[in-house]
């Protein structure tokens, strides 16, 4: 196995233990890349702008997916500027008022528009069985086990087994078998010789069922607004699984940072290591 530094550890959340051994599991962690988030059409949004007779309206929103989610709120009640609707004799100046009033009444439909794209790296197939039980809103594609074959094993170790010298000789012990495993069958089958994809798949996909659920994956996470203010809001509880309470922990930092507006209300507190974020606006 590729070798990891005891005290590379220390980076997780609540520290780790040294281990006495030249040859360690290649201890991994979560990894979040923001690869993909809504993009407003300016063309068209000017064009609606002119048929609504509201030509001049502009926003102060950080982010297009701000301004998007500002926009479908504000067509709703025509509340662009006063007069568009008889109705409406003043209305909400700024984006960061208008959202904040948006998650106060719970209109939570317009935060569905905007999108974000996500890839989780180094994350178990615990967490994976876990993420697609959020399926509402969401898309997923997640690497294929059956196609890409295990030569190494990599792993998030839980608090619990790092703070055990002997719980991490167990965990890096069963770890190094399950990949010696993997590796015996490989030859076994002699799959390097293969030539026919086809059974390589077939091959690949039997020695997959004896790699642990805790091997790190890849998955592509895709939700809009609405839905990742719930997970975030799930995933981050102190009742949560740890790995995921660690992963979500990391992609609020990012949103929080790059939609200031969308995440306003949230308050962050520590618990074991790991941020719970809260809001008094859940699941809106």
């Known amino acids: 196995m590729p070798s990891a530094e005891a005290s ?9 233990v040294c281990v006495q051994k030249e040859q360690l599991v290649n201890i ?16 068209g949004l000017q064009a609606f702008l002119r048929h609504t007779g509201a030509p ?15 926009v479908m709120g504000r067509l709703c009640y025509r509340s662009f500027q006063p007069g568009l609707n008889p109705n409406v004799t003043r209305i909400r100046e700024g984006n960061a008022p208008y959202l904040a009033n948006i998650v106060e009444v719970g209109h939570g439909s317009v935060l569905e528009h905007a999108m974000l794209n996500f ?4 994350v178990s197939r615990v967490v994976t069985h876990e993420l697609v039980r959020h399926r509402t809103g969401t898309a997923i594609s997640q690497e294929s086990l059956r196609f890409v ?25 069963t770890f190094e078998e399950l990949e010696r495993i993997q590796r015996e069958l490989a030859a076994l089958y002699a799959i390097d010789d293969e030539k026919k994809f086809d059974v390589k798949k077939k091959l690949t996909s039997a020695f ?15 939700c809009n607004f609405r839905t990742l203010r719930h997970v975030i809001e799930m995933r981050t509880d102190p009742h949560a699984e740890e790995e995921i309470r660690f992963l979500f922990g990391k992609v609020y930092h990012l949103v929080k940072n790059r939609y200031p507006n969308l995440f306003a209300d949230y308050e962050e507190t520590d618990v074991d290591g790991l941020p719970w974020i809260r809001t008094a606006h859940p699941k809106i």
Request: net charge negative.
């Open 56 to 70: 001049e309206w502009t926003s102060d929103a950080p982010s297009d997916s701000e301004l998007l989610c500002e």
């Open 119 to 122: 890839i989780f790296a180094d």
């Open 8 to 16: 590379g550890w220390t980076d997780l959340p609540g520290g780790g």
């Open 208 to 222: 997959r069922r004896m790699a642990p659920i805790g091997v790190a994956t890849t998955i592509g996470w895709s």
């Open 28 to 43: 991994v962690e979560p990894k979040v890349f923001l690869v993909g988030e809504t993009r407003l059409v300016e063309e």
């Open 149 to 173: 074959r295990l030569d190494t094993l990599s792993a998030y170790v839980p608090l619990h087994i790092r703070e055990s010298e002997s719980g991490m000789e167990v965990f890096v012990r």
